[in-house]
């Protein structure tokens, strides 16, 4: 993917520009919105390859979340919220507004080129290190071709986190991977901190058992997580 | 946090450091009880970024303490103390 588009929803215009600047000088192009509706508007215009979406946009204007909604409905674009310390990240990862990562404000430079790398990298595919296409356990059924899961022939809706954290735990179900493989496997480079991954295992075993099935991830005290059907 | 971004982001923040500290001093000033959660919640994570950690810190305590129903008598010492920590930034840069 040369030179990804990124679509830049902010209200604040100093950090708007000052985020353009950054990403621009990083070899990415950008498009900038302020508000919800011009973001929608710019996003069905220019279909930009990833969308940093700030979740409060101001009074008047929907916010980030419901922009996101709104996208979800007929496309998967990669999304990354731009969230403040104190905001509940479990509700905004979670409920259904399907983004697939965040960034707390003031963010740093590096961190959110490194994000948004990794996000766009898993958009392009998962690195496989199995031929295997389907993974069965205990009525949960996972295919890695078309990145859907079946919960005894019910789909469950994942994100696209929550789904290659799944893939690599059921692909080595009887392995403890540890919270570094974990990372490895589904971002890459990282350089969050490890409330990011508990976040993302939280809502992924939320989602699995809200469907009737187990935790699937059950932790391993002082060394990781493993598989559980 | 300044020194953590790439050079033309540098010189970006430093053509702004300025503006956006009177700026955000006017508008909490200014900003009424209602329009203080709002602002905070900006301010909390943008005033960082210009290389103003205290004052941003404080905003966001401010915020998270509005979202928690404080006091509304602590109020304006809490946005003062904010205001003055941002004028302080500003002696040291002029």
Known sequence: MNQPLVLVVEDDPDLRELMTVTLTNSGYRTLEASNGESALEKFHTHAPHLVLLDISLGPHTIDGLEVCRRIRRDSDVPIVFLTTHGEDIDQIIGFSTGADDYLTKPVNHRLLLARLAAVLRRQEGPRRTTEATRIGHGGIDIDLNARTVTLNDQLVDLTRIQFDLLAAMAENPTRVLTREQLVERVWGEWYGNDHHLDVHLSRLRHRVTAAGGPRVAHAVRGVGFRFTS | ?94
């Open chain 2, 1 to 94: 946090m300044i020194d953590d971004v790439a050079p033309q982001a540098a010189d970006f923040i430093s053509s702004r450091r300025e503006a956006v500290a009177r700026t955000a001093a006017q508008e909490l000033r200014q900003a009424s009880m209602t329009e203080l959660p709002a602002l905070t919640h900006r301010l909390a994570g943008k005033l960082g970024v210009f290389g103003y950690e205290s004052a941003g810190d404080a905003a966001r305590r401010l915020m998270l303490d509005l979202q928690d129903g404080v006091d509304e008598s602590q109020v304006p010492g809490r946005v003062a103390d904010i205001v003055a920590l941002l004028d302080a930034d500003l002696r040291e840069v002029s």
